[in-house]
């Protein structure tokens, strides 16, 4: 079975530019998470979607936004991007939300932002 | 707020020289702590779960214990391609929808 699948996996952008990324979940898993890593801060929670509706959501300011389609594949997307956004973007999907199914990640994008 | 704090930070070790990774944790509604392992340049990689205290799970060299404050992650004679960033994740809800907490990680690096 294929894994969770990240495109693109680098980017490059412009302070002020915005940006969309993409993420693919396991066949038949129907939640995805989003989470901004980086060295200082870790791993941190941006939202979570399950039949195309957002359950749950991090703190992060309204320029981080995200949909999911009725294919259960999910974008993010982020609006005029700040330096402070460089960081290792990841996608992990998991049959369904909540503490019984374990989620599983993407290899993750990449973005530096200029 | 929700808190995770993983120790040491750093870890090097031996091939064959166990040893043992913590994660202590106060959060909310607590259901579930998941361990992980990330490789540089990779996603995590799902490891365990475990639900109540005195649960534990095994997988080859690893073993994770869990305590109603902490979890352990026990490595027994590792080899170096154990070498990667450990990462405990406790599931809450607090008074929200459910969502994983992320530790920093504990970085083990195993010398042959």
Not at chain 1, 43 to 72: A, D, H, I, V, W
Not at chain 2, 10 to 32: D, F, H, K, M
Not at chain 2, 77 to 83: T, V
Not at chain 2, 98 to 105: C, E, P, R, S
Request: hydrophobic fraction near 25%; include cysteine; proline fraction near 6%.
């Amino acid at each position: 079975k294929a894994g969770v699948t990240q495109t693109p996996r680098y980017l490059i952008k412009t302070r002020g530019q915005q940006v969309t990324l993409s993420c693919s979940p396991i066949s038949g898993h129907r939640s995805v998470s989003w989470y901004q890593q980086t060295p200082g801060q870790g791993l941190q929670f941006l939202f979570e979607y399950f039949s195309e509706t957002q359950r749950n959501k991090g703190n992060f300011p309204g320029r981080f936004s995200g949909r999911q389609f009725s294919n259960s594949r999910s974008e993010m997307n982020v609006s005029t991007l700040e330096l402070g956004d460089s960081a290792l973007y990841l996608c992990a999907s998991s049959l369904s939300p909540g503490s019984s199914y374990e989620q599983y990640f993407g290899p993750g994008t990449r973005l530096t932002v200029t | 707020e929700d808190q995770v704090t993983q120790s040491p930070e750093a870890l090097r070790l031996q091939e064959g020289e166990s040893s043992s990774l913590n994660c202590s944790y106060t959060v909310s509604g607590l259901r579930g702590l998941f361990w992980y392992r990330q490789d540089p340049g990779k996603g995590p990689e799902f490891l365990f779960t475990l639900y109540s205290a005195g649960e534990e799970k095994e997988k080859e060299r690893l073993k994770a214990t869990l305590t109603k404050k902490e979890s352990f992650l026990h490595i027994t004679a590792p080899k170096p391609e154990d070498s990667a960033t450990y990462l405990c994740a406790p599931g809450g809800s607090g008074g929200s929808n459910y969502k994983l907490t992320f530790g920093k990680g504990t970085l083990l690096t195993v010398n042959p």
